[in-house]
């Protein structure tokens, strides 16, 4: 889901860094609301950021016969908000834009965008309907992050076809192409980071069922289980 | 529960392992070195870019390229070490407190019963 540096025209990368930065404001608030007014949860945060940045560090082989990675931001959705993600996504996206050449500075908004507000959100969005129709706690996590996972590739396909239509088939055919690279790929890869991610919430839930109590994950829980 | 996980451990493996088998190898180029497997669906991505617009020129290039795929390799290696450790830290820390938590149950369990004895 990189768009490398420079690979989006200047009025796409201007309007995708505009788009994300009210995101960055928020999150970051998120982020310190919850941090004052629970401190203990700062273990359980370290984790869901610490989760995104191995997960996003691990490119994996898929049947495609190309390589691609998770984002793990799924995890840290339910836990903390969506809006919590979007500044770890920003670390782990700047890590890789400045250090590996992975990403970009100009391409910064747009993979924000994908990466660290669309998945967030559709995680979220999907866990709470998931829960909503009285789904297990481990099917809804997992297909949280399995469609947060693909929202990602699917947004980077979008934003790519947006900024270079096909010259014949326009942004349908450019969609097709793009979406064909990613969302393909990426398939099997969502479907280890939902494993991946129900795997932590067991541990979680059996070790920090306190902290859990008070936390979007398990508000409305005792209504739904 | 303990079970759910271990299977959960084995999907993902084989589902990152098996693609090594299961695709096929790219037949040989026209010009006799073998076609590349399983590199980057961004380069991939950056490679259609070029086909759709051909005259695209990257107008900005990065601050910082490292020096070679081993110093690439390390800093990937280094952020996933950074997030295993914190994920190996929180869970070692949770284990031990659930034991430790267990074993002061079982004493004052054990005490009570001690007091009634006496």
């Keep these: 889901m990189h768009i490398m540096e420079g690979f989006l025209p200047v009025e796409h990368a201007l309007g995708w860094t505009v788009a994300s930065a009210p995101f960055v404001v928020l999150g ?29 560090a691990l490119k994996l082989p898929s049947v495609t016969g190309s390589c691609s990675h998770p984002t793990g931001v ?10 919590a993600m979007v500044p770890v996504g920003l670390v782990v996206l700047l890590f890789q834009a400045l250090l590996l050449a992975h990403g970009g500075l100009t391409t910064l908004g747009a993979n924000l965008f994908s990466m660290a507000i669309v998945g967030p959100f559709v995680a979220y969005g999907i866990f709470r309907l998931a829960r909503g129709a009285r789904l297990s706690l481990a099917v809804a996590v997992f297909a949280a992050a399995f469609m947060g ?20 088939g326009g942004f349908a055919a450019s969609l097709l192409k793009f979406g064909s690279i990613f969302a393909f790929t ?23 069922a306190e902290e859990l109590r008070h936390l979007p994950l398990f508000a409305g829980r005792r209504a739904t289980a | 529960m303990k079970r759910q996980n271990w299977l959960l451990i084995v999907a993902v493996v084989l589902l990152t392992a098996l693609p090594l088998w299961l695709v096929p190898k790219p037949a040989a180029g026209p010009d006799g070195q073998p076609g590349t497997i399983f590199g980057g ?13 051909p005259n695209y020129q990257p107008w900005f290039a990065p601050l910082l390229e490292p020096a070679s795929n081993e110093i690439a390799s390390l800093l990937f290696a280094l952020q996933a070490a950074i997030g295993a450790g914190v994920i190996g830290y929180w869970l070692g820390a949770a ?15 054990e005490a009570a019963e001690d007091r009634r004895a006496d």
Excluded: C, H
């Design chain 1, 74 to 83: 799924g995890l840290g959705a339910l836990l903390f908000g969506p809006l």
């Design chain 2, 95 to 109: 284990v031990t407190r659930d034991r430790l938590k267990k074993e002061a149950e079982r004493k004052a369990a």
């Design chain 1, 186 to 208: 990426q398939l099997p890869l969502a479907v280890s980071e939902g494993l991946l991610t129900v795997l932590v919430v067991n541990a979680l839930t059996r070790f920090n």
């Design chain 2, 41 to 53: 669906a961004d380069g991939q991505a950056q490679q259609a870019i070029s086909n759709i617009a």
């Design chain 1, 149 to 168: 996972d693909l929202a990602t590739y699917l947004t980077t396909s979008v934003q790519l076809a947006w900024a270079f239509p096909d010259p014949a």
């Design chain 1, 28 to 56: 970051i608030r998120s982020v310190r609301r919850q941090l004052r007014e629970r401190p203990e949860q700062r273990m359980l945060l370290g984790v869901a950021a610490a989760f995104s940045f191995v997960l996003s």
